[in-house]
DNA sequence: CTGAAAGCGCTTACAG
DNA sequence: CTGAAAGCGCTTACAG
């Protein structure tokens, strides 16, 4: 009997749906009537779209209040094809970087009015097309690609011919992006190490496989290895690094490190660099003194271990700016110009890099 | 003359705001021609919501691959008035507890097939009043309240009559939540430092004003000196702990903890147990022969750190899964019942706790 | 098993 | 300055 009756209203079957309260949501439509105009002067009235008499304003204005009206977001898109909203893969958002980087895109997204959706790629091939399909079928305006996601470049380029793609820390070509200049700086770090009296180096880092920044740094390390003869150099790559770097970084110290026992060891991340040193302090090795370890990131404790960790600053802030008002420009048809953004090296306890 | 064509013709000023491309995005009806069925059939084959001939759902799926078809959940949203995505309120998605707590939630909201929309009330009121009216313009089936949010109990009960809402690691009478054990954790924590011989304590943390989660901690601190007579303690709250947790701490040490000099220093975060080892490392005093520190959370870093770190572990990944399947229930208007879950002493080398 | 049609809530060109 | 009407792309009750 209940049954029959739904089906006879389709309106009220979604009532039925939302509850048992009799919730209406506040419509155009109802605040037209309860203020005694048609539903395209509410619309205008409340985009602020074209000029209405005063008095007009502030009747719907007072209404829209009063029935608590809120916007359908929904109908609105549908209406216009537009969401306002970006869409942001990340490999894996827990992470400080990642993490940092989101709450500062969700703080420039807002000012511009764009909702977020967030997705995680997991550095995994199959997931990042789901969570693009996702992003794609959510009418997102546009995408933002961030960091070492596992997406070919070629499936990135095609994308980028249905929606305004921008990428952040990675780089491809014929795709707006925004990166930093991983190479020069680890090369800088090299050479002051090299100054400060190292002569053996240790690069440890994750495999480069396919993506710029990481690879990027390793060759700022070759760079510097290869056009000095008196040095004795290495690089090794782990791929446990993707998972837990911190006991990555203490096995691999153990395993390999310690036999080679360099002056110095460059590695491409903080908390690789931690699980080193705390592996080096139970062996009974003592950083700075008897070598030099540097990180990559200057996580926020990264300051504050025993020792403090020299390190390399990104401005993650100004990434994620950037990348923002790139696609936004990009949304808007307006010019974009890929950007790069400058690291800064920090010189702490753990490695002389003044 | 341009202009009087776009006008003339709505569709083509679309297609031209989109750009210069003349993408028109496939739809149920260019699928239904392609396939020569009707558009109610296609939309049916899709959704696999009713039984259609096999040859026709052949024929169907074959034309909406090759046309590369995308649904407009826009569409579907206001037709079905449910968006299937939810919305979180995170007061800062930066930190490293609610960053993993977000990644966890995407997990589990995937299953599910809900996209997620992140926002940040930065423990600022309007920001959050802000927030939560996008979400509600978003038409959210849901929303999670996670953590230390400013929202008034009582703006929250008024919402959650509007939209189904879950609280994670915090508690408001009447609404589902989702919280740990906090008060029992630190008192056992405190009686583990007695026994092993601490007599006098400080307890360091943020300025608990209205947060029950950070509350309860202190509260079992109390519950523990309350009811020992030989033991000598104090509460150090501080503002400065909503910023830089690591600063403030390390501060903190210096201006008024050193010179109370206690057995222990119970905290209420990692963070702040880092920035006290630190600066009481500068000042000559050994961490834990001379102080024992706990921390609270179990950062990645914090069993790498030297000293390694006695923290209390949460289990981050279970708060999300059950605040998405309890927001996920009360949508699908199933009965959902709170959860605590029971935090885990971790005992290391800054604190004897085991 | 399939199609025609209504309608979700908006925005906006058109006509006054 | 304002209103009537079309239409965005879907889903689904209804009718065959």
Redesign the pocket.
């Known amino acids: 009997m209940i049954a029959m009756l739904v ?2 209203i ?2 009220l ?1 979604k009532r039925l749906r939302k509850g048992v309260s009799n919730i209406h ?1 506040t ?3 109802d605040v037209a009537t309860a203020a005694g ?5 509410v ?2 009235v ?2 602020g ?5 005063e008095e ?1 304003c502030e009747r719907v204005r007072a209404e829209a209040k009063r029935l608590n ?1 809120t ?2 977001s929904a ?2 898109s ?4 537009r969401t306002h909203s970006i869409g942001v893969v990340f490999p894996d958002i827990s992470g400080e970087f990642y993490a940092i980087c989101a709450s500062a895109i969700l703080k420039y997204a807002r000012k511009k009015d764009y909702a977020v959706l967030f997705t995680e790629s997991g550095r995994n091939t199959v997931a990042e097309e789901k969570a693009v399909r996702a992003l794609m079928e959510r009418g997102v305006d546009g995408i933002l690609f961030i960091g070492d996601n596992t997406h070919d470049e070629i499936v990135i380029r095609t994308l980028a011919n249905e929606v305004p793609i921008v990428t952040g820390d990675r780089h491809i070509e014929g795709i707006p992006s925004v990166t930093y200049n991983n190479r020069e700086t680890i090369y800088a770090v090299t050479e002051k190490l090299y100054e400060s009296g190292c002569r053996s180096f240790v690069y440890v880092g994750e495999p480069t496989d396919g993506q710029d920044n990481l690879k990027m740094r390793n060759l700022g390390f070759i760079d510097f290895i290869s056009s000095h003869s008196d040095v004795q150099a290495e690089s090794i790559f782990d791929s446990r690094f993707h998972d837990d770097k911190l006991k990555a970084g203490s096995e691999l110290f153990i395993e390999k490190i310690k036999a080679i026992s360099p002056d110095a060891i460059i590695t491409s991340n903080d908390l690789i660099a931690i699980g080193i040193i705390s592996a080096a302090h139970k062996a009974g090795i003592n950083i700075p003194s008897d070598m030099s370890v540097t990180g990559f990131d200057d996580l926020r404790a990264s300051a504050y271990i025993i020792p403090s960790l020299s390190t390399i600053r990104q401005d993650i802030t100004k990434l994620a700016k950037l990348c923002v008002s790139m696609v936004d420009d990009a949304i808007n048809q307006k010019p974009v110009q890929n950007a790069v953004i400058m690291q800064e090296i920090i010189s702490r306890e753990s490695a002389a890099l003044a």
């Open positions: 089906q006879k389709p309106c079957c949501k419509t155009l439509k105009v048609s539903v395209s002067t619309s205008r409340l985009s779209s074209a000029s209405i008499s007009t009206y916007l359908n109908a609105r549908l209406r216009c094809d």
